[in-house]
């Protein structure tokens, strides 16, 4: 694909939020700091992204158009609490006046409430996504962000809300407020061609979990329905191609884009694929994308009765040749294979020792309250069962 070909697939978007999309954007950085008259960011990134040269280009640009970039990267993957207030300190300490969100799902996650946290008093889990608990927020004191993502899966960057682990109770907590929204999110598939094929695969897979779960979700929010559906196509036409070549920009640009429209259409809600993985991913510390992609099969299987007309609807629309729930789930199931994602639970390395725990935890989640089919703890038990062993 030429560059003047590429052009045709740059564009401003307000919806969600205000989004930069097209490659070599990163470029607009400093430009987008400024709108939001940060003069000092800090720029939150990944521990294994803090010496690649697209941090130090992103920091060194800003210093040369005089803002005062420092970097924090003490987070690790699924951040904790603790990691967060390390990051209030840090901006604290530094006078810093907005967030430069930059990584993979777990450093925007962290800077997002890191710019919530900087000027609250209360303690982070008294913002958890309980009742109005968000209604406590001191907006005029959060920090204003730019988003930078740099995997395509997450899609932290359009959400409203942060997935942090509270380490003391072994839990993934969702600390939500409508302002988490960043303000600004540049999307440069060009940052994501050194992602390696798995995780390609496992980020790209979650990106079609929350897709696929906002579209079975009940609750009436047809625009969100019609993003989803487009989003899935995408997955369909390039995630093979971004995973087998990552240098291919085209197929980059497309998952980066469905990634950003999966997050967007979860506003309808998710379901018991995210049920478990949070709990898994919280017990496990397993990656969240490839337990989705793991996982993905035996939820759709569980919810077949519920889900089944408006399954085959969505396989008209992908042009399967079996356009029905069955052809569905074989592409599903093809899709993974050739992404290398393994049929079982049990091959990533989960057992079945914590099973009670496993499917009280899934209950409990939030994202339980999206699937179509409430599930009991013993349906949860069944399917995680049914994951582990392979037997559809
Ligand atoms: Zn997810």
Redesign the pocket.
Known sequence: MSSTEFERFTANWNYPTNIRQGIGRIAELAVCCKELAMQKPLLVTDPGLVDFPMILDAVRACKNEGLNCKVFSDIVGNPTGENVEQGVKAFRDGDHDGVIAFGG?SALDAAKAIALMVGQDRSLWDFEDVGDNWTRVNTAKMAPVVAVPTTS???SEVGRASVITDTKQHLKRIIFHPEMLPAIVILDPELTVGLPPHLTAATGM??F??ALEAYCATYYHPMAEGIALEAIRLVKNFLPRATLDGQDLEARAQIMVASTM??TA?QRG?GG??AL?HSLGALYNSH??LL?AVLMPYVLQANRNAIESSIERLARYLELDDANFDGFLDWVLQLREQLNIPHTLEEIGIDDLQIETVSTMAVNDPSAGGNPIIFTAEQYANIFTAALSGEL
Do not use: K, Q
Request: proline share 0%; aromatic share 6%.
């Open positions: 799902g899966g997450t899609g979650d990106a979990s929350h999966g997050a979860f998710l694929m995210h993985a969240h994308g989705n």
